[in-house]
């Protein structure tokens, strides 16, 4: 199993930041997949899911109406796309399997994200 995620960065408040998750070694299509944060000091956090057609999405509470997963099955790939960004969004953001709200077992090497104020 593989994740790769990527498309991090620094952005001003206020901005949009698109990540991509690279998945491999796995039935991607067969998974519910989602993404997951760490912030400086903090416990890693759910951020939102997809369904395994991507039909049907959720976010936490943090983000909804900011953030939209989506995923494209025939590239076996993830997406976060975050607009609205805020400082308390500043963290390393990982893509991974999920069953509820919990992550899978395999976690990529997670990509960057810093919000300035």
């Known amino acids: 199993v593989q994740l790769v995620e990527s498309g991090g960065g620094l952005v001003q408040a206020g901005g949009s930041l698109r990540l991509s998750c690279a998945a491999s070694g796995f039935a991607f299509s067969m998974y519910v997949m989602g993404w997951f944060r760490q912030a400086p000091g903090k416990e890693r956090e759910f951020v939102a899911r997809?369904?395994?057609?991507?039909?049907?999405?959720f976010a936490a509470d943090s983000v909804k109406g900011r953030f939209v997963i989506s995923r494209d099955n025939a590239k076996n790939t993830l997406y976060l796309q975050m607009n609205s960004l805020k400082p308390e969004d500043t963290a390393d953001y990982y893509c991974?399997?999920?069953?509820?709200?919990?992550?899978?077992?395999?976690w990529g090497q997670g990509t960057h994200v810093t919000v300035s104020a």
């Open positions: 997809i369904d395994r057609s991507g039909g049907s999405t």
């Open positions: 991974n399997s999920v069953v509820g709200t919990a992550p899978g077992n395999y």
